[in-house]
C-alpha cells in the first residue's frame, strides 16, 4: 500500500523514513509547503499529491486544524484511508472526518494523536468492542511530566524546569498549550470519544501546573507524596461524561509515581479486563512515526496472524546474556564462582558475582542442586 | 459472527458470557465432555460443533495439547477462525496451527495466551510490522507476583504465601508449573515467534522461585532491592534469540516494582517505539475472556474505526467526580473552603479541603485568580 505523507516535519520525515522498511507498505509522495524543498519526492499541492499513482492512503502530520482539515477531507473523498498524528484536528473535526471516512469505505485512525507512541486508543478502541469501559485517564502530556519528575527529584524551581524542558526539545517556545494542561485535556476528549461515543466540548476543566512552586513541591513530598498532572474521563448517568485535568496527590505504591521524564502512562480499567495500564513515550519522532505505521498496519490487513509464515521452531543462546548474581548458598560453594562481594551468616553465604552468563549461572545452579545444594538466585537488574 | 467455544470452565464460560453483548459477535455452540451439561447450546463432539449453520470461528480454552490440537485443526481445515487462550497448545504446536490457517485464509489469534487479560502479543506483533524489536520481556505469570510480593509486602514465608495464592484461586493444587518459572518461559517462547519468527525449544532456563526463603527476602529488602521473577527475550547475532526466567533484584524506581499482587507487566522495546509497557491482569476469567475477544473483534473487522458511527458532541459533567483537595492559597482565602486541616507559614495557607466536585474545585480557583489570588491545587487520589 503506497502512502502519501502531509508533512514533512520531525513526525512527517520520520513516518516517510519507517515506510521505507515497514511490511505491505511503500513511500509515496510528500507535502510540503512551496519554497520548501528538503523532502524527497515532494509535491506542493494536495492534488497533485492525490493525482500520484497507486497511492492508497494518506497520513498528515502538518499540525493545526486548516489546511489539515481541507487535506483530509479531500483525502478521504478521493477514497484514500486516512491517519494522522494531529489531536487538535480530531479534537475539532474528528466527527466529520469519521462520517465520510465512513460513506467512502476507507480507514480512519488517529492512534498517535493520544500519547504518541502509547497504544492507548488503539487498544481502547479494540476494548469497546466487546467490554465496558469504567474509566479511562492517565499521564498524557510528556512535557510536564518532566518538568514535575525535574522538580520533584532533581529539585529544580519551575523555571529551571521549564528552561531544561525547552532545551531537550520536549517544550515549545510557548509551552501554554502543554502547561496549562490543555494538551492532555485535548487527548482525554479523544479518549471519551473512543469509549463512549461522546467527544465533550464544554463543562470542561483543564488546571495545569503554571501555578507549582519548589515550595509547593517540598511540602508535597514532606506528606510523602508525589504530583502527577493526570487526566481522566468516565461515563456520568444520562449519557454525559465527566472529563477533565488536574495536578493529582499520588502514593509512592502508585504506578504513576514510577512514570519518569517524559513518559507517558495512559489507563482504561474496563469491567471485563479490569486495569490495563500502557506506558511508554507519549512524544517525538520516531515513537509517534511507529503509531501512524501501526494504524497503518491496521488498515492494511484484513486477515490477522501473529506469526509469520517463516516462523521456526530453533534453539535458545543465553550465552551473550551477562549479569552480576545475588546468590544465597552454603557457604563451601563460594568457589563455584568469581565474587564481587560476600558476607556469611550460620554457614550461608550470601554473595554477588562478578558478570557472568545467563547460561553459566543457571548450569552452575544445576549442577550444584544435582549435588545436593540448597540455593536461591537472582539477577541484579543493569 | 457466530462463535464455538470449545470448553466451559472459567475462560470458556467468560467467552460464552462475554459474546452475548460484544458489537458483532454472536453465541455459537459450546463443546462440552459427554456427561457434562452445564453449558448452554452445548455439543459433545467437534463435529457437531463444526456441522452447526453459521458457525465462522472458534474460540478454544479447553487447554493441554490434546485433542486441543485435533480439534483446532478440524475447525481450520473447516475454514473457521481459529483463536485461543491455550498457551501450551501454542507453544507447542503454533507454528503448524499458523501454516494451517494460513492455508485456509483463516485467522489464527493467541493474544490471551501470554499475559491473559494484558494486551501485549497483539500490540507486539503490529509493531513488528514496521519496527525493529530490541527485546522483550516482563513480569508473565500472576502467581508467583502474588507470592513474591505477599513475601516482601506482607512478610508471609514462601509456604503461607503459597497457601495464600492458592485460598485466592490464583495457584493450582499443584503449583510447579507457576513456581518453576515453567510458565512464564511458555510465554515469553510466544512472544520470541511473534516478535522474531523463531519459536524456541532448546538452550532455554527457568530458574523459578522454589527456592527463595523469608530470610533471602529480608536481605535483599536490606539492600533496598526488589524481588520480581521476569522473562527476557531477544535476539542474538546469526538469527537465534536469548529466551530464559528468572528473579531479577530491582531498585525502586523500576516500573516493576509497582506491580502488585497478581498483576502481570509486560514490555518490549523497539527500534523506533522505544520502550512500551503493558499492565494487566495475567489471569482469571473475565480478562483472559476479554483478551480472546479482543482477538476476535479483529478477525471480524478488515475496516477499522476509532469512532462509531453515532460518536457526538456533547457537554462534559464534572459534578459527580469528588475529591479531597490540597490546596497551596493566601491565608485570608481560608474561607473560601470547606477545610479538613490547614496549617500556615509566611501568610501562605497549605490546607487539605474535605471532599468537593472536580467543578467546585476549578470553579473557585478561576474566581479567586480573577481576583488576583495566587494558588496551586491538586487532587488527592484515592
Keep these: 500500500m503506497k502512502v502519501a505523507v502531509l508533512g514533512f516535519g520531525t513526525v512527517g520525515a520520520g513516518i516517510y523514513e519507517m515506510l521505507s522498511h515497514a ?13 520548501k524543498d528538503d523532502a524527497p519526492f515532494k509535491r506542493t499541492s494536495i492534488e497533485a499529491v492525490l493525482a500520484e499513482p497507486g497511492v492508497e492512503a494518506v497520513a498528515e ?32 473535526k474528528g466527527i466529520e472526518l469519521a462520517a465520510a471516512a465512513r460513506d467512502m469505505g476507507v480507514g480512519f485512525l488517529f492512534s498517535a494523536a493520544c500519547g504518541g507512541g502509547v497504544p492507548f486508543l488503539h487498544n481502547l478502541s479494540l476494548a469497546v468492542e466487546s ?38 526539545g520536549y517544550a515549545e517556545a510557548d509551552p501554554s498549550a502543554d502547561v496549562s494542561g490543555l494538551d492532555a485535556l485535548r487527548k482525554i476528549v479523544l479518549g471519551s470519544a473512543v469509549a463512549y461515543g461522546v467527544l465533550p466540548t464544554e463543562g470542561l476543566y483543564n488546571e495545569g501546573i503554571e501555578n507549582i512552586t519548589a515550595e509547593d513541591v517540598s511540602r508535597i513530598q514532606a506528606r510523602g507524596l508525589t504530583c502527577r498532572l493526570m487526566a481522566k474521563c468516565g461515563p456520568v448517568p444520562g449519557g454525559k461524561v465527566y472529563a477533565y485535568v488536574e495536578p493529582v496527590l499520588l502514593k509512592a505504591s502508585a504506578a504513576e509515581c514510577s512514570v519518569l521524564d517524559n513518559y507517558n502512562m495512559a489507563r482504561y480499567e474496563g469491567k471485563c479486563s479490569g486495569p490495563m495500564v500502557f506506558m511508554g513515550q507519549g512524544a517525538g519522532r520516531w515513537p509517534t512515526a511507529s503509531a501512524v505505521l501501526r494504524d497503518l498496519s491496521c488498515i492494511l490487513k484484513d486477515k490477522f496472524f501473529m506469526l509469520r509464515a517463516d516462523c521456526r521452531r530453533g534453539s535458545a543462546d543465553n550465552e551473550a546474556c551477562r549479569h552480576s548474581y545475588y546468590v544465597r548458598l552454603p557457604g563451601s560453594l563460594t568457589g563455584c564462582f568469581e565474587v564481587k ?27 550444584l542442586r544435582a549435588e545436593g545444594a540448597k540455593m536461591f538466585f537472582a539477577a541484579f537488574e543493569d
Design 131 to 168: 467490554d465496558m469501559i469504567v474509566s479511562l485517564g492517565g499521564i498524557l502530556n510528556g512535557t510536564t511530566n518532566y518538568m514535575l519528575d525535574a522538580m520533584q527529584r532533581r529539585k529544580l524551581s519551575y523555571g529551571e524546569a521549564l528552561k531544561d524542558a525547552q532545551k531537550l
Design 23 to 35: 511490511e505491505g507498505l511503500e513511500q509515496g509522495p510528500v507535502l510540503v509547503r512551496p519554497g
Design 61 to 92: 502530520a502538518m499540525g493545526g486544524i486548516e489546511p489539515a482539515f481541507s487535506y483530509a477531507m479531500a483525502a478521504i473523498k478521493a477514497g484514500k484511508h486516512f491517519v494522522t498524528s494531529n489531536k487538535a484536528l480530531v479534537a475539532a
Design 341 to 367: 562481594s560476600y558476607s556469611e551468616t550460620d554457614g550461608q553465604t550470601e554473595l554477588v558475582t562478578k558478570p557472568m552468563s545467563v547460561k553459566a549461572m543457571h548450569e552452575m545452579a544445576a549442577r
